[in-house]
């Protein structure tokens, strides 16, 4: 099963993939880089007051993370220009 998110990150070592983040408050380490790929942003719901829109493409990573007790879970973390967004959590 797949919850999506749209979930603000703190990410670190970011170059060239996550190393660790914090979401709600917990840090997870990254255990393995799954996959990454680029995917087509919601770009409709961002225009701004100028009509202009931002971004139309995001970079995602799929990786294997653990918080510091606690299972192995599998996330989809998500790059818009200089900020990061949990998309999706994997059951």
Known sequence: MVRRHD???EVAGADPAPRSFVWRGRRYTV????D???ERRAWWREVGEDGTATATERR???VEARPP???VG???LGRDDDHWLLLRAHD
């Open 31 to 34: 255990c393995a880089v799954l």
């Open 7 to 9: 979930d603000p990150l």
């Open 74 to 76: 599998v996330f989809d």
């Open 69 to 71: 007790s606690g299972p």
């Open 36 to 38: 990454a790929w680029q």
């Open 60 to 62: 995602v990573w799929r």
